[in-house]
């Protein structure tokens, strides 16, 4: 899957989140209608900015993703 990083932008213009990867999670469950961490993980995981994102935040695998998504 490729994340559509201009409907990314456009989605994060009208988002009330100031911090980008919690607005990408916000997009991708929203964008794409994605609910299972599993696969917001593994989108992130294909993704090149998407790599990025979550070796910043040190996840590693869906379960730790899955407690930041709670928090959201």
Same mark, same amino acid.
């Given at each position: 899957m490729t994340i559509d990083w201009d409907?990314? @932008?456009?989605?994060k213009q009208y988002s009330v989140r100031d911090d980008?990867? %919690?607005i990408t999670l916000?997009?991708? @469950?929203s964008?794409?209608?994605?609910?299972?961490?599993?696969?917001?993980?593994?989108?992130? !995981?294909e993704d090149d900015i998407g790599?990025?994102?979550? @070796? !910043?935040r040190n996840i590693t695998d869906a379960a730790?993703? %899955? !407690?930041?998504?709670y928090t959201i």
């Open positions: 409907a990314y @932008k456009d989605h980008n990867f %919690e916000e997009f991708l @469950k964008y794409y209608n994605m609910t299972n961490p599993y696969d917001i993980y593994d989108a992130l !995981k790599q990025m994102m979550l @070796k !910043k730790t993703l %899955e !407690k930041i998504l």
